[in-house]
């Protein structure tokens, strides 16, 4: 029956197609807020059928985000009841295939046949949201390729048609042989505010007349180790006597000589992914040439001239990535614009650009992006223009690509302030006020923009409103800016990173961020005007604005407060370096380039290029290198007129590297591996195992005559029913009576939390909870205090650590306050990463089902993996890995030993004699945020007598990694590693969620242990060993970051291998019973891109509810 | 209009050679370039010709001009500065009259019974105003032309309003500028090396040579653009073709198109092929 009987379902086609902006504008939420299950559904059915029809791109779209939002956030409300369903394996291979409309079909087919299910509506939600986006770039795409003067590089096919030639002046050259430098220098951008991230194409593509930036150039300089501000991108292309095309990128310590064109296509090959970009973007050599058999000597015999070829070089003077400056977008402009002056392709050869052809390089930028597979916003390469400016979305008209396709244009305008509008005062008075710096968090700020794109779409009620704020504010600052009043700017810059930013995106701030600004108020008072969020998100890039009198003082000072802040948190946030302070300076000319002859290349340049020229035979270097290997010696001797007296030392080292750091390395990997407890025969008979083909990928799996099928009803018990009240207040009793402790697993880092960065999931302030940001463990313990509070007795807090976390834990433990006993228990094992086998490699990124990534990125992660099986037979297959710091070169050996550990390390040992009413554990992992001693569930295990209860969810989409199943006959939990075949996984219904109560004395049973014995190492030791043999032993893949230069970071996929708790249900003796908890209770939250669902979803309302923070 | 006169540029520093070089006309006769270019411009009724040459050259052109070299009114182009300067050596030439302009790197090759020139002529004639000859061509030709954008007269296949005039673009540009309805992708409308124009082209060439700083060079396309910001300016696609003899192989394409239009048609096809079936 219909709740609401006034809201006709046809109201959302209305919406999207209204020519009204208050009916367009309409909140999804509130339209659906008051619908019934089957006036949902309807509306589901209506709008599938007009997005499959209608000719509007965003019509379709937004069609398809609503689409998705239904089946996410509202029809899970009213599913209640209806939770499990099947999603057939075919859709879950059309999802991974990127064959969305294929998946939507089949979800679609199972819920007409199986009705619906909030299994079947967490498939179709991702479907909908990914066949969204992929619509969305795909018409990105078409419009940078059809932008006026980028689409004759997608029909040149041939070195023959190549139409470009370097222009002559180039060609010239001097006394000693050498050609002119064409050098191009080019500011970064900071922008004052962003409207909400309106700068996301979409969006503006969409909504240009809410699409606006404010952003300037700015010079930089690392404060107290530059003198004086500079622009920071340094772009330099010169003609050479050798028919290649050689790339080198100074601040990456990279340089390739390339001489086939596939390689110039290859961008994850190597470090020169972006100069590779420019290079095609500039149409050098253009985008139509991939796949041409030609060799590059073609195309730059077209080109240069026969027997020439040219040599393209980048340097950014240390700026570290994560700056929020739009680094690489302008160093793509930069690179982009030295090209495009070089062939004739923008009209002057040097000094600044004209409007027109800085258009056309930012046009360039954007295709350079997409073919990296990145994405930036419209206002990224805002260093290229000059000053500060105005940058808008723009109306599609008659005769653009994008009339009639979408309401915007691609490429914004630019209004550049003048000096009237903005005065010379102004802008010295923001130098003199404004204190740029980097945090030192490097964050991926892509999950931000599918955010904010998502809310836009769907308008919902608050997001909306924020956007108005947020374009009022930018008003708001053109106009402060205008009257020369600093100190309002900041206020309102201030304003706009705390109310609408956030109440768009909570994500964009972070605990290191809000105590940042927190401590310069209290420091500084009303000498602190504001905080200034540069661009998508805080952390990295930032600014902060003084009081002009204070502002030298201040500068020390928040580099000092900064560096302090960070050591407190860099356990709980990924940092890549350490802050920094810049001094800037508004940059008035925009890019800008010189022809320089008989000119030194960029600092930085010998060091990388002269020891390979030296290993070489003289005889064989081109008239050019020997040229340069004399001015080299020039430079050094002090003999030309730019002298450079460290470049000698510089080269030196570089030939002569320090060779102790690889030992002191070794080193202290040793001494770490001997204190955690490390088997060096365990670990040489494993590797022997993997090279044998013994253990490996493959090898995890059950026999494939394994019988998995889903379990019965009387399989499980449903602790989502009410409980009769006699068994709950037998349960409140034994809380009461101190029978229970939580167990909370935090040994392992959370490796996709951070991708691999390193840091202690548990101690991450993920959210904010209370008015403040909550780490994981904080809010454990907050629902023990809750616990606590309700029934007077403090349970018993344990937090399993490793070696990685156990001292963070530690001292972050002692802080907190809590009434009841916090205890850590130390992990006792720890296990060296290896180098994967080329076999495993291949297993994992050919056999298992793989996510189909959009076809830029899937070259180049295809480009990516075949480097890293390169480098796994190159370093040596199940080798250990050490190259990178000890700390990640270890790893935890998986949460089955966590428990074994309590034992081992005295810790339930002692808690015992100092608590011996205690019965019960319930164990849980650090991102079961749901976990509570639930009366009800403690109930259900108390009853049943059982040694564990597993508690297991409904399975969702997004649930993957095994799950309850019967295997050959008996119910028990099966790993996903385990799986024989990833299509049986589709068959279960239930996901296990990790939490289980645990029956201590039971469970010393099965260890052939008991409470009176578990002082005595040894019997202790043996019990363990003996248990742990019969657990099966998975071998991984996880990724490592290892960070180097100005906070880069490499990936690397390593081998480690794991026992794993669930497999305790294997164990005939053990016994096992299963409870179905709500899905809330059980959930994981396992990547951070879940966050803000789960918070719209009132899954963080329900979790706060269940804690008290003081 | 009347066009009387004409003029051809031979001044270049790379292409003195160019125009005595020799070819078979259609006829069968061997003749140089420079004779095939006065041939064109005669058939159009002009027997007044200025040649602009590189000083001491006018000898050797006047012989290779042959039956002509008369009628040759010879500029020298001293302390050269481009291709707009050579032009306007010739501007006392041309007086107060709208002339026919060659260059001596192209030669012709029409499709019907009437000429490029006498073509060109008679849309200028008719429309009473500079009119340049243009053919379509692929963009990777765009290096070695000025190119026109503009728009389509209607009821006047092949007949253009010149808006802009740009020499030598890359596609970059071309697509941004010089794009006319009508054409195929990837193709411009590139000049043909044959323009009737006004005397009022010489007060622009002036400007711009007067305005050039040391080293630079005045090219005609800059001067054809503000042409058309100034009064009306047209172009034309002729049925016919041009052949650039600057070009690599540029002379021996321009040879076979002549053979191949002439008097000994068979022959040249019979030993084309012959000679491709031995390759």
């Excluded at chain 1, 005769?399 to 914004?412: N, W």
């Excluded at chain 1, 008035?588 to 340049?605: F, I, K, N, Q």
């Excluded at chain 1, 060091?607 to 004399?630: C, F």
């Excluded at chain 2, 650039?244 to 192989?249: A, D, R, S």
């Amino acid at each position: 029956m219909s709740k609401s009987s006034s809201m006709a379902t046809a109201d959302l086609v209305e919406v999207i197609t209204s020519n009204d902006p208050l009916a367009r504008n309409t909140s999804l939420d509130a339209v659906c807020q008051n619908l019934s299950r089957e006036e949902l559904l309807t509306m589901c059915g209506q709008l599938d059928q007009f997005r499959r029809h209608s000719d509007n791109l965003y019509h379709r779209v937004r069609a398809l985000f609503f689409l998705y939002a239904i089946h996410r956030f509202h029809l899970p409300r009213e599913l209640a009841g209806r939770e499990c369903g099947v999603i057939p394996f075919t859709a879950y291979e059309g999802l991974l295939n990127r064959r969305f409309q294929e998946a939507i079909r089949d979800l679609l087919v199972e819920q007409e046949l199986s009705g619906p299910s909030i299994t079947l509506s967490s498939g179709l939600a991702a479907a909908y949201h990914s066949l969204a986006f992929q619509t969305l770039a795909d018409q990105v795409r078409k419009s940078v390729r059809t932008v006026k003067g980028n689409q004759w590089m997608f029909r040149t096919g041939h070195p023959a048609d190549l139409p470009l030639r370097i222009r002559p002046e180039l060609l010239q050259v001097d006394d000693h042989g050498c050609f002119p430098l064409l050098r191009e220098r080019t500011s970064v951008r900071m922008d004052f505010s962003h409207s909400g991230w309106s700068d996301i194409f979409f969006l503006g593509m969409d909504f240009p007349e809410g699409a606006r930036v404010i952003n300037a150039s700015v010079d930089l300089a690392v404060r107290g180790k530059h003198a004086q501000p500079e622009p920071p991108i340094e772009a330099v292309l010169r003609v050479i006597d050798e028919p290649v095309l050689r790339l080198v990128s100074i601040d990456l310590d990279a340089s390739a000589d390339i001489r086939s064109l596939g390689e110039v296509y290859d961008f994850a090959r190597d470090y020169l992914g972006l100069l590779k970009a420019a290079v095609i973007a500039s149409g050098l050599i253009p985008p139509g040439m991939e796949g041409c058999d030609e060799g590059i000597e073609s195309v730059l015999n077209k080109l240069v001239g026969p027997g020439k070829g040219l040599e393209i070089v980048s340097r950014v003077n240390d700026i570290p990535k994560g700056s929020r400056l739009a680094v690489s977008t302008n160093l793509l402009g930069s690179l982009i614009s030295v090209c495009m002056r070089a062939s004739h392709q923008v009209s002057r050869l040097t000094g600044t650009l004209s409007e027109e052809d800085r258009r056309i390089v930012a046009a360039r930028a954007i295709l350079g992006e997409w073919l990296g597979g990145s994405g930036g916003g419209w206002q990224d390469s805002g260093g290229v223009w000059p000053g500060i400016k105005l940058i808008s979305g723009s109306p599609a008209e008659p005769g653009d690509p994008e009339h009639g396709i979408s309401r915007g244009r691609l490429l914004p305008r630019h209004h550049v302030f003048s000096k009237e509008e903005i005065s010379h005062e102004t802008r010295t008075q923001l130098q003199e006020s404004l204190i740029l710096v980097h945090g030192g968090m490097a964050q991926n700020v892509g999950p931000i923009l599918e955010m904010v794109t998502e809310k836009y779409l769907l308008r919902s009620g608050q997001e909306w409103e924020a956007r108005q704020e947020a374009m009022a504010i930018l008003d708001e600052i053109a106009s402060a800016l205008q009257a020369g009043d600093l100190r309002e700017v900041g206020k309102l810059t201030g304003r706009n990173f705390a109310e609408p930013l956030q109440r768009i995106i909570p994500w964009c701030s972070n605990r290191y961020t809000e105590s940042l600004v927190e401590q310069c108020q209290a420091k500084y008072g009303d000498q602190f005007w504001g905080f200034w969020m540069l661009g998508g998100m805080a952390g990295g890039g930032m600014g902060f604005i003084f009081d002009p009198a204070v502002k030298g003082e201040a500068s020390d000072w928040l580099a000092d407060t900064m560096l302090a802040t960070k050591r407190d948190l860099e356990h709980s946030l990924p940092f890549a370096m350490d802050p920094v302070v810049y001094d800037f300076e508004i940059n008035d000319s925009g890019t800008r380039a010189e022809l320089v002859s008989d000119g030194a290349m960029p600092r930085g340049y010998y060091e990388l290029i002269v020891p390979e020229l030296l290993r070489r035979d003289m005889q064989g270097l081109s008239s050019t290198q020997q040229s340069e290997l004399q001015r080299v010696s020039g430079l050094c001797r002090g003999t030309t007129a730019a002298a450079d007296p460290g470049l000698a030392h510089r080269l030196l080292d570089r030939i002569l590297p320090e060779a102790h750091t690889e030992a002191e390395n070794s080193t202290s990997l040793a001494q770490l591996l001997e204190e955690n407890g490390f088997d060096l025969i365990a670990h040489n008979q494993l590797r022997e195992d993997i090279l044998s083909g013994r253990l490996g990928l493959p090898q995890n799996r059950l026999p494939a005559n394994a019988r998995i099928e889903d379990v019965y009803a009387e399989d499980i018990l449903d602790a989502r029913q009410a409980i009769p009240a006699s068994l709950g207040q037998a349960a409140e009793k034994a809380i009461a009576a101190g029978e229970v402790a939580v167990l909370t697993l935090a040994a392992g880092v959370g490796s996709r939390w951070t991708q691999g960065a390193g840091v202690v999931k548990a101690l991450h302030p993920f959210c904010k909870m209370g008015g403040k940001h909550r780490t994981f463990l904080e809010t454990h313990l907050a629902k023990s205090r809750q616990v606590g509070q309700r029934w007077g007795q403090y349970p018993t807090h344990i937090v399993s650590t490793g070696y990685m976390t156990d001292g963070p834990i530690r001292g972050y433990l002692d802080r907190l306050d809590y009434a009841g006993r916090k205890v850590v228990s130390r992990g006792k094992s720890v296990g060296l990463r290896m180098i994967p086998t080329a076999r495993d490699l291949r297993f994992a990124w050919e056999e298992m089902q793989q996510q189909l990534l959009d076809e830029q990125q899937e070259k180049m992660r295809q480009s990516a993996r075949a480097a890293l099986l390169h480098w796994a037979e190159a370093a040596g297959e199940a080798a250990d890995y050490v190259d990178n710091l000890p700390m990640q070169c270890m790893h935890p050996v998986g949460h089955w030993y966590e428990v074994p550990n309590l034992l081992r390390n005295g810790v339930l040992s002692d808690l015992l004699s100092e608590q011996p009413s205690l019965r019960y554990l319930m164990l849980h992992n650090i991102d079961t945020l749901g976990a509570s001693i639930d009366p009800g569930v403690l109930a259900l295990h108390m009853t049943s007598g059982a040694c564990l209860s597993f508690e297991v969810i409904t399975r969702r989409l997004e649930d993957r990694g095994g799950g309850l199943a019967r295997v050959d006959g008996r119910p028990r939990l099966v790993e996903g590693l385990a799986m024989p075949d990833e299509r049986e996984e589709f068959k279960l219904s239930y996901y296990n969620s990790m939490t289980t109560w645990i029956d201590i004395d039971r469970l010393l049973e099965v260890f052939g242990l008991s409470r009176g014995i578990l002082d005595q190492a040894d019997v202790v030791d043996e019990a363990i060993r003996s248990l742990g043999r019969r657990m099966p032993t998975y071998v991984t893949l996880k990724d490592v970051k290892k960070r180097w230069g100005n906070g880069q970071e490499d990936v690397f996929p390593v081998s480690q291998f794991e026992k794993l708790w669930g497999d305790m249900t294997a164990l005939s003796e053990v016994d096992c019973q299963f409870i179905v908890v709500p899905t809330v209770r059980g959930q994981q939250l396992k990547e951070q891109a879940q966050l803000d669902g789960w918070l719209r979803d009132q899954s963080a309302a329900q979790i706060e509810s269940l804690c008290a923070w003081s | 209009m009347q066009v009387t006169k004409a003029i051809i540029t031979a001044a270049g520093q790379d292409q003195t050679a160019l125009p005595l070089q020799t070819v078979v006309d259609r006829a069968g006769n061997v003749r140089t370039a420079l004779a095939l270019l006065l041939d064109e411009v005669s058939s159009a009724g002009i027997d007044d010709v200025a040649l602009v040459v590189s000083p001491g050259q006018a000898e050797r052109y006047r012989q290779a001009a042959s039956v002509h070299g008369d009628r040759i009114a010879f500029f020298e182009q001293h302390d050269p500065r481009g291709y707009g300067d050579a032009l306007l050596r010739a501007r006392e030439f041309a007086g107060d009259q709208s002339f026919l302009h060659l260059v001596s790197d192209h030669l012709y090759v029409t499709r019907n019974c009437k000429s490029c020139a006498t073509q060109l002529i008679e849309v200028a004639q008719r429309e009473q105003c500079s009119v340049s000859a243009i053919q379509p061509t692929r963009e990777n030709k765009l290096a070695f032309f000025g190119a026109i954008g503009g728009a389509p007269l209607a009821r006047q296949p092949g007949i253009y309003e010149v808006h802009t005039v740009l020499e030598k673009p890359t596609p970059t540009v071309a697509e941004q500028q010089l794009i006319v309805a009508g054409q195929r992708a990837g193709h411009y409308l590139c000049l043909f090396g044959m323009h009737v124009l006004t005397p009022g082209i010489f007060d622009l060439l002036e400007q711009a040579v007067a305005g050039l700083e040391d080293g630079q060079t005045a090219n005609l396309s800059q001067s054809l653009h503000e042409l058309a910001q100034s009064q009306r300016y047209l172009a034309s696609q002729l049925d016919g073709e041009r052949y650039n003899i600057g070009e690599k192989y540029g002379l021996l394409l321009a040879q076979l198109a002549i053979a191949l239009s002439g008097d000994d048609r068979d022959n040249v096809l019979t030993e084309l092929v012959e000679l491709v079936a031995k390759q």
